[in-house]
């Protein structure tokens, strides 16, 4: 299983990134913990517009199978949908404290966009 | 043809109202643009009998599922981020997407092609003797501009000596496509901290853009008009005009009626201006 959390620097200490299109980072994790890596989203972060929907391409092409994120508006959450990954909404904290409520089961998948989108 | 746009930096500060009655004061053959797509009201003070609609479109690409091999090559060369491609399924976000056609030139095996899709509609119309051309982008659209150069190219094709252009409010790319290459710039402004704050940065647009400028000071009544006053003196900026803040004036525009019409003090105000900006152009 392959989990990605939006985060703000690039470890598993770091707080998250509420945002997911323009989250500054991702910490990629497999097996339980093993092979963290991550991967750098400022790219996306200064995009003029599209932030979200270029986001969700890299997360589909990384091969990602679950995202642990704060928000998700609705160009992104097609893109993920599409691509077959889990959207896990409500993170706070570090990004060891969401992946533990997200196993423990206090965060959810979420069923549509948390977001509204902006134009731009 | 001597193109004048209408701006002004601030909103509701009286662009439309000084369109509308310049409109009738020129005794020259013109015709009148709302450029304002987002808010075209232009027609609710000259109330035109519409001849003819058109829808206006852009081309968005459509891709050939058959032909398409998933290479990624649209999205990789599309600048707007407006394509993603899962496995060999390219997905476009349509008001995302610019018209630029990257993504079809850059498609390896041809399977894109252009289609279009509707953004808004342009009207056309006459009151009085002023031909109008009215542009109105739909709800949920985010790029007004296409509308704007197609209102413009109308109006650009008719026979008449003036073409007066409603511009919209701002100093973003909609007001850059409305004032682009006129002949002379009308900012209209109010004496308040907001009017004075946002004339200088329509100011500094023109000067970019290399047009000719001049001020209409609306709202102006005694004392509050004079840190503008100044600030235009000393920045040899053209007072075209200053309109008076008073009940009738306001009154009159509030009925959607035209201050030409209503009242021949008015009509001689209007008059001076035309007459300053063809003084202005020619200097």
Redesign the interface.
């Given at each position: 299983m392959k989990i990605a959390i939006s985060a703000q620097g690039n470890t598993f200490e770091s707080p998250i990134d509420p945002r997911f299109g323009r989250a500054k980072q991702f910490i990629v994790f497999e097996n339980e913990g093993e092979n963290i890596h991550t991967i750098d989203n400022s790219i996306n972060l200064n995009a003029m517009q599209g932030a979200g929907i270029q986001t969700a391409q890299r997360m589909a092409n990384e091969g990602v199978q679950v995202i642990i994120t704060g928000h998700i508006g609705p160009k992104a959450f097609t893109v993920l949908q599409k691509a077959g990954i889990k959207i896990v909404t409500g993170a706070f904290g570090t990004c060891r404290e969401s992946y533990l409520a997200y196993k423990e089961g206090r965060l959810h998948a979420t069923s549509g966009p948390t977001n509204e989108g902006h134009s731009f | 043809m001597l193109t004048i746009a209408i701006a002004s930096g601030k909103g509701g500060t009286g662009k439309t109202t000084v369109a509308v009655n310049l409109a009738m004061v020129f005794n020259k053959s013109t015709v009148l643009a709302d450029c304002d797509v987002e808010e075209p009201n232009v027609h609710l003070f000259l109330r035109p009998e519409w001849k003819f609609e058109e829808p206006v479109t852009i081309p968005v690409p459509e891709f050939d599922k058959n032909l398409c091999t998933g290479q990624a090559r649209c999205?990789e060369a599309c600048r707007?981020?407006?394509i993603?491609?899962?496995g060999d399924s390219p997905?476009l976000?349509p008001?995302?997407c610019h018209s630029c056609g990257a993504c079809t030139r850059a498609c390896p095996e041809q399977a894109i092609t252009e289609i279009p899709r509707l953004i808004g509609k342009l009207n056309q119309g006459q009151s009085r003797s002023i031909d109008v051309i009215m542009g109105t982008l739909n709800i949920g659209e985010?790029r007004s501009s296409p509308i704007i150069q197609q209102v413009r190219a109308r109006a650009s094709s008719f026979d008449s000596e003036i073409c007066l252009i409603d511009a919209p409010p701002g100093t973003t790319c909609p007001v850059v496509e409305s004032v682009r290459d006129v002949d002379y710039v009308v900012l209209v402004t109010e004496p308040t901290p907001f009017g004075y704050h946002d004339l200088t940065l329509a100011i500094d647009m023109c000067k970019q853009m290399n047009l000719k400028f001049g001020v209409v000071l609306n709202r102006s009544h005694d004392g509050n008009e004079k840190k503008i006053l100044t600030f235009l003196e000393k920045q040899k900026v053209p007072i075209l005009a200053q309109i008076p803040f008073s009940f009738d004036i306001a009154t009159i525009v509030s009925n959607g009626e035209l201050l030409t019409e209503a009242n021949p003090e008015y009509h001689k105000l209007f008059s001076t201006l035309a007459k300053n900006i063809e003084l202005e152009v020619h200097s």
């Open positions: - | 999205r707007f981020n407006a993603v491609v899962l997905l976000f008001e995302l985010a």
